[in-house]
């Protein structure tokens, strides 16, 4: 199973901050996320994320065919800015 | 330009061409909400804006502020120091002329509007800014392994949920609290049931530097260590961090408990300490006189300045270098000090735009998006535009912008030439000042000791990579200084 963070309006559209995922894949996570909370959730996806694994962006990995293994965490936030 | 110092406490009143010194002495000593409220009664005029020193800058606190509006600070620097050694409490101001005419007020408009949309489709500046306010960040930066903790002894907080944006919206928020005519809106408005007033903030730096930096997880007490900040006029950054510095000492044995005497011991963690610790700070009394002056001259007065998490004596931010590369180097090279908003490398580090950079990457492409950064923003500084506009906005934006205003026919390399003059300009004001390339540094903490866990454990600061490769892309010499062919291409040569 891959512990799964969501955060700011994710977690709002999930009523979750935490969930368990079996899947193999960033994009196969993402897929089972968006059957599980529903339409809202995948339209708040493609509007931009950031998709962490162990803490590193995907974006510097191999992007949505990063591989997930049994005990990773993943923290998935939308676009977001501050400082 | 306010020149030498008055004889006793005063403020002045501007009201259109009318200038006015006028005594201060009845709000001498005052806070700075009733300084405004004092002042503003006394012209009359409810529109007057007022910019104003509390008990930090009059006692010549070196981490004071200029506070502006109650809870709007020029925080850094300790300029509230300079309006106290002038004896200057407040400026107060009434205008009575219109803004300035654009060149072609139809065209102008039209281009305000488009980049005013722009920024309100967009997901930060549109989305998350507003709904959540600047510490929505605490959960991400936390998340990637860079949220100092405990003096940057570590960067990774384990309750730093509890004081997210996120949480404080659920637990604290009662309202947003644009600034004028701001299409994004992040600020907060936050109430503790037992005020009476609602209390604006605190941002993302402050809820760190008030919590996580002390080991602090409780959002309560970092909002009324916020409070007592623009109360007292601190910036909120050099204050919390000077109070982690001396939680160091302490932990370390270098402050002894005797010396606190019935003073609250500085443990991290301990609530009590900014609460009773910044009304001491500002006021110089107890324990709180040691502390007054910021982090770097605590710790050198106890022999351990390396104690100091700060960059030209300047108190670091909420990000550790150590795992933002170009983070680290403008740290370093920011002409004001330790400070995060001259050149936000955050943004392409961590959040993605306007490109996106491996935070470990230390190449020269790096390097030149720190230089890009830092030549962008010295540009929507002098425009007088908030650099949150930057979650949205970039150079091409502000180009259109200066072109309509103005009627110029500015190219995005003329743009990022403005930048560069101002930033050289302020480099070479440093260097006649006395700064050298050894201070373009960082604590040695950041340099060789590796962040002991998280996602970047095993990483350090790589500034000895970073730092002759930025001099050449700026086309400086070796030693940090400016060639004199430099100056005169960007039409500085008079500044000598």
Partial sequence: MVKVKLFATLAQIARKRMVEVEATTASELLEKLSQIYGEEFRKELEGGMIFLVNGINIEHLDGLNTPLKDGDTVSIFPPIGGG | MVEGKAEKPVYIYINGDNVEIRDASHVWGKLVSETEDTLRKEVGVDRARIACIGPAGENLSLIAAVMNDKARAAGRCGVGAVMGSKNLKAVVVVGSKG?????????????????????????????????????????????NGLYPHRNFQTSVFAHAYDQSGEAMAAKYLVRNKPCFACPIGCARVNKLFYLKEEVEGPEYETVWAFGSDLGINDLHTIILANHLCN????????????????????????????????????????????????????????????????????????????????????????????????????????????????????????????????????????????????????????????????????????????????????????????????WNLERAFNIKAGLTKADDTLPKRLLEEAVPEGPHKGSVCRLEKTLPVYYKLRGWNEDGTIPESKLSELGLEWYK
């Fill in chain 2, 231 to 422: 109360e007292l006029g601190f910036d909120t950054i050099s204050a919390g961090t000077t109070l982690a510095c001396a939680m160091e000492l302490f932990e370390k044995g270098y402050i002894k408990p005797e010396e606190l005497g019935d003073e609250p011991p500085l443990r991290f963690g301990n609530t009590e300490v900014p609460i009773y610790y910044l009304p001491k700070m500002a006021f110089r009394q107890g324990f709180g006189a040691k502390m007054a002056d910021g982090s770097y001259r605590l710790a050198e007065s106890y022999g351990h300045p390396e104690l100091s998490m700060s960059a030209k004596k300047l108190e670091l931010p909420a990000y550790d270098p150590r795992v933002a590369q170009g983070l680290g180097l403008q740290y370093a090279t920011c002409n004001r000090g330790g400070d995060h908003i001259k050149g936000y490398m955050i943004s392409p580090e961590i959040l993605g735009y306007p490109r996106k950079f491996d935070p470990q990457d230390d190449s020269e492409g790096k390097i030149e998006m720190v230089k890009e950064f830092q030549e962008t923003t010295a540009l929507v500084d002098a425009m007088g535009l908030c650099i949150f506009t930057m979650f949205g906005l970039w150079i091409e934006d502000y180009k259109d912008l200066l072109n309509a205003f103005f009627g110029w026919d500015l190219s995005v390399e003329d743009c990022l030439r403005i930048g560069e003059r101002i």
């Fill in chain 2, 99 to 143: 803004a300035p005419t654009p060149a072609d007020r139809e065209k102008f408009m039209q281009v305000v509007r488009e980049k005013v949309n722009k920024l309100r489709n967009d997901p930060v500046a549109g989305g998350g800014a507003p709904k959540y306010g600047t510490a929505v960040l605490v959960n991400i930066i936390n998340e």
